[in-house]
């Protein structure tokens, strides 16, 4: 395997999460998985990281304000990778947080895709539908793009005003450590994300308060700037961040899911027979070479995409996730079995997931009201 590497451009080679945390300076999740209410992202670690969260944990118990903010990258289709995210987003929003989602089209459109038109469409198309669809409510939910704050001039004004004094408070050289190679679009979009982040907070909306940002690893650069900034703007007394790091989803083919290979995802938007026919073809096998091989000697679920999947996704009961674990192993159950289990789950969810999202479409005005 090659040498592993995260930053918000390139994730390689196996990940050692606990390494990384140390490299980071991230700490362990798992103290706080039972202190808030039942939730597979929580209880398997799949939420394995965090900064600041005893914070968020003390509004959760107290029943006090806090807020959830966190980004997208109108780019590519919304797949499984995508997912644990906006599980956690809802999660919080059923806490009563107030949930702040930016869409990330500045920054996109200077690092990827100067088309803000189909930005915006994929925006809706490919994030917010299937945001809906998997229980996002429009209540307490300010979904907004970063090209557009508000219609509201002076809550606009406090955003955009935000992310120009910021530029004061980062030095060059911290930018470049951060980043490795350096553009002014890279410049400007940092800026315009940490004041994604702490916005929130201005006096305009309603001022400091708890805010936690749920992102993945590789998106640590980013937060690790935006707290040294927040700190040193004297104009605000702003409450430090709290993040949390959710790990990988695991690729059908092993690796990371990656939107620029559609042989390692299934999109939710993917028919049932497509996901069907990908999870047969790609999905990595902890299997023998032969049946008669792993009757006998047990295959590995550890390394078994399709294990790992219904891990991750699609079997939330422990007990059942042990019966199929231990079957596996012992060489009971073969992976073509392994792989029809999976794929009665995944199509079942997905008939449901679509159906659901066309109904979203009545919803998306509700989101879009930029106030
Ligand atoms: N940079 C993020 C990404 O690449 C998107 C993003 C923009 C974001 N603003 C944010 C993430 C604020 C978290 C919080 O996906």
Not at 38 to 57: H, K, M, P, T, W
């Amino acid at each position: 395997m090659a040498e592993m590497k995260v930053t918000p451009w390139e994730v390689a080679g196996e990940i050692d999460y606990d390494k990384l945390m140390r490299e980071f300076g991230i700490d362990p999740f798992a103290k706080f998985s039972k202190a808030l209410p039942d939730n597979v992202l929580f209880r398997r670690g799949i939420v394995y990281g965090q900064r600041d969260f005893q914070r968020i944990a003390d509004c959760i118990k107290n029943k006090k304000e806090f807020v959830m903010m966190t980004g997208l990258m109108p780019s590519g289709k919304f797949h499984f990778g995508h997912k644990s995210l906006v599980d956690q987003i809802i999660f919080y929003q059923s806490l009563g947080a107030n949930v702040y989602i930016a869409v990330a089209d500045i920054e996109a459109y200077n690092m990827r895709n100067p088309n803000m038109e189909e930005l915006k469409k994929t925006a809706i198309e490919e994030y917010l539908l299937n945001y809906i669809a998997l229980g996002l409510k429009p209540q307490n939910c300010d979904f907004y793009f970063q090209s557009a704050r508000s219609n509201d001039a002076k809550l606009s004004n406090a955003y955009y005003k935000l992310a120009g004094l910021f530029a004061r408070h980062a030095t060059f050289n911290e930018m470049q450590a951060v980043y490795g190679e350096l553009t002014p679009g890279r410049m400007t979009s940092s800026l315009l994300q940490a004041a994604d982040m702490f916005h929130p907070q201005l006096p305009e909306f309603g001022g400091p308060k708890p805010v936690v940002v749920p992102i993945g690893f590789d998106q640590d650069p980013h937060i690790r700037l935006a707290r040294d900034i927040g700190q040193r703007i004297k104009e605000y007394s702003f409450i430090q961040l709290s993040s949390t790091y959710h790990k990988f989803a695991v690729g059908l083919k092993g690796g990371k899911m990656s939107s620029s290979d559609p042989t390692s995802y299934i999109a939710l938007t993917d028919t049932p027979e497509e996901a069907a026919a990908k999870i047969r073809k790609h999905a990595f096998s902890g299997g023998r070479a032969t049946a008669a091989e792993q009757k006998k000697l047990g295959a590995n679920p550890e390394i078994d995409v399709s294990y790992q999947w219904l891990w991750e996704f699609f079997e939330p009961d422990d007990k059942k996730l042990r019966q199929i674990h231990d079957d596996y192993k012992s060489g009971a159950m073969l992976t073509g079995e392994l792989k029809e289990l999976l794929i009665g789950k995944v199509t079942a969810f997905l008939r449901e997931h679509q159906r659901k999202r066309e109904q979203a479409r009545k919803q998306v005005d509700k989101f879009l009201k930029a106030d």
